[in-house]
Nanobody, 115 residues
Framework: VQLVESGGGVAQPGGSLRLSCTGS????????MSWHRQAPGKEREEVAR????????NYTDSVKGRFRISRDNPRNTIYLQMNSLKPEDTAVYYC?????????WGQGTQVTVSS
């Protein structure tokens, strides 16, 4: 099983980034996928989740209206489009797959929002 995130980097406040996470070795299309983040000194929090066919999404309040989660099942990939970035969005972002009562995590990608 493997989850590989990409797309992190440095953005200015008000800018945008798009994260990608590609999975392999498990039933991707049947999995609930989610993005989480962990800032220094803080607990990891769920940012957004999307069910297997993408018909339902959920966001933490602090990113509603700014972030959008989506998935491309034929490509075994989920995305997190992040707009109107704020310094408080700075964190390591992880993707997670929940499949067959088992959780799988990616290695994380750093997002830094700074002027």
């Amino acid at each position: 099983v493997q989850l590989v995130e990409s797309g992190g980097g440095v953005a200015q406040p008000g800018g945008s980034l798009r994260l990608s996470c590609t999975g392999s070795g498990f039933g991707f299309s049947r999995s609930i996928m989610s993005w989480h983040r962990q800032a220094p000194g803080k607990e990891r929090e769920e940012v957004a989740r999307i069910i297997n066919h993408g018909g339902y999404t959920n966001y933490t309040d602090s990113v509603k209206g700014r972030f959008r989660i989506s998935r491309d099942n034929p490509r075994n990939t989920i995305y997190l489009q992040m707009n109107s970035l704020k310094p408080e969005d700075t964190a390591v972002y992880y993707c997670k797959a929940y499949s067959g009562s088992v959780e799988y995590w990616g290695q994380g990608t750093q997002v830094t929002v700074s002027s």
